[in-house]
């Protein structure tokens, strides 16, 4: 059975039969990687795509991106099964700041992590003991260069493959449909590895007991910071940058060495980022199309043929390579009509920004930091309540196109996947589709608009400001100064920086009705308040057709949220006044409304019965005003107690105010006491 220690070939090769080691390339063990998690389905602007667990997990995960990761998974599932992607390589093109180098990033290290794993781990080998041969001076140990699997080694023993195949079947015992499934994966050893292999068989005198004493197994080293498995190439400039940086070159020290001159060992790979990452890794080539034109050339040839070429000398490589480009740049490579071939080669997938404001959040999220922000004296600075929600819909409205067919705001709400007045999810739909039909990238839907780098910038200018540091709090409201500054400092073109400032008006508009949601929460002394008068409404227009109903208009049902019976008076008063507000005016009109909640009722709340109506805002806002008014003769004259505090009663009402903000919702003494002052302006009335 030949030699059994533990670094021995034979013993890998045992491993291998016993399912205890692999051997599968680079494609099939990102794919494993992928496929081995949860999947779930997801409807994203109306259409039905595939969610999977693995990018979902973690501290800092990926957000949204579907499409995106959609179209990788099955680029790396195709070249997996042997499709024409395994001869592309995978390119993400898009605006700056909308994720692409995070999202590489974030599979390297998912992949990384996943090789950590004994059973996934990847082993190379190196020969030992070559200053027995002569020719190679003093040096002893040599590892294969471009970090080959064993098994490439095991599949190229022998000279030929026919009597490779036996030898296995019959020194390790693999069945003849495992050596099929390995010899799928056939390539030939590297150039230098196979000049040595074939030194050695002479020495030997064909002896492959003695052969096999000169290998030693070792596992591929997997530190991030020697780019081995995962390394990324970024684009240089002209002068600095040469194919060396990617293939490697002659080494100076070997040649001092080595005596035979065409030894292919005197050149050195690892030199090149390629070789680092041959065995099985994945390769990232940032900004692939800002390279000069012949080092693209060079990636024209790794890319089709997967091998390391340097003067005639072939090694072939197993590696994943994905690029991230601009716009700009992949549309400045494309217009030279000479390139076809490259672009030709890569499987390319435009990423758009995101455009779902509440997955926003959590993106905005990252943008103001993990840890607790301090003022310049050091002191903490507290973060409005609402400025996540405010700063988030700002951004996101930037990133949606016009259109005839929706309003910026319906676009919003239905791109989040909220209900939006009368228009369905398919009337986005086929806007998006609409948009997705122009030849020119960016006019298409979630391509342009300010990207997270722009709102992290937008933070920055609100941490810095005299404000924040004097009230020692991140105010909501004036995000969208910093946001107005950002635009017209960062946006080059002026057609955008009109759109974008027309936006932010209408963020603000959004950030009123939030406000006044606020305001009531804060008057009525909880912070739910709103959502209860919401159900109210709804339920009462649920019960008011009910056989049940008595002359007393009690009505009895069953709260779907507690399944407890419950009962409630319906006030037609109430829902008459509810229904003027949202500027129904014949019985028609309030029946279609009616008909429209109840319809939205039985479709949402059996998937979800949490479900509370807190996202048809036009609802929201008319019940808020109904509140307000008939609570307080009128908003009018709640504004008029905030802002005229010279009665005690007034005063009263302010500090009870002021004091369910610090203790129920979140507020700090400076964000509700600016709260309360923007509430008593008229800006941003719609």
Known sequence: MGDTHINSLD??????????????????????????????????????????SIFRKGKKHMIGMYDEINSFVSYVKDAAEGGSSKEMAYVLVGEPGNG??????FICSRYRDFLFKEQNRKYSFKFVGMDKLGGYGRISTIESQTYEDPMVLAMNLLESIDATKEFLVKRVGFSDAQIEQIYDNYRPMGACTAYMWNSIRSFAGDNI??????????????????????????????????????LGEESIQRLLHITDTNNPYRFDLR??????????????????????????????????????????FKWPIDTLIIATS????????????????????????????????????????????????????????????????????????????????????ETLK?????????????ALAEVIDTLNQNPDIVKRFGQKGLGQRNLGRS????IESSETNEGKCMFAYDIFKALERVILDYVPDAND????????????????????????????????????????????????????????KMWKYKDPQTGELKALKVDERYIKSVEERLGLKTEEMRETFRTSIRKIYGQKISVDPNYDFMDNLELVKAVTDVRLKSDIAGAGSLIGALANRTNEENQKLYDRMINTMLNKLGYCKTCAQKTIEYFCTQEDEK
Request: contains cysteine.
């Open 11 to 52: 013993n890998h090769l045992r491993a291998v039969k016993e399912g205890q080691r692999r051997f599968e390339n680079a494609f099939q063990g990102v794919a494993r990687m992928v496929l081995e998690n949860d999947i779930e389905k997801v409807v994203v602007n109306g259409k039905t795509t595939y969610d999977f």
């Open 414 to 426: 239905l791109a989040a996947g909220e209900v939006a007045g009368e228009k369905s999810i398919k």
């Open 100 to 105: 692409k180098t995070f999202f590489v990033e």
């Open 497 to 552: 920086r009109a759109k974008y400032l027309e936006d932010l008006k209408i963020a603000k508009g959004m950030y009123r009705e939030r406000i006044m949601t606020e305001m009531f929460n804060a008057y009525m002394d909880e912070p739910y308040a709103i959502r209860k008068d919401v159900m109210n409404y709804v339920s009462m227009i649920i019960g008011i057709d009910a056989e049940n109903l008595g002359p007393d």
């Open 209 to 246: 007991d003695e052969m096999l004493k000169f290998i030693e197994i070792i596992p591929v080293p997997l530190i991030e910071s020697l780019g081995t498995v995962t390394g990324k190439y970024p684009a240089k400039d002209k002068i600095t940058s040469s194919a060396v940086d990617l």
């Open 326 to 409: 601009n716009n700009s740049e992949f549309n400045r490579f494309l217009s030279e009509k000479e390139e076809a071939p490259i672009v030709d080669r890569c499987r390319i997938s435009y990423v758009s920004h995101n455009t779902n404001f509440k997955q926003q959040k959590d993106l905005t999220a990252y943008a103001m930091g993990s840890d607790a922000r301090t003022t310049f004296s050091r002191e903490v600075l507290h973060q409005d309540p609402n400025l996540n929600h405010a700063a988030s819909v700002a951004v996101v409205l930037t990133r949606l196109p016009r259109s005839e067919k929706l309003t910026p705001i």
């Open 459 to 462: 933070i920055q200018l609100l």
């Open 271 to 312: 030199r090149g980022a390629l070789a680092r990452v041959a065995g099985g890794g994945i390769h990232f080539a940032d900004e692939i199309y800002k390279n000069k034109k012949d080092l693209v050339q060079v990636y024209l040839g790794v890319i089709q043929n997967r091998t390391i070429e340097i003067d005639g």
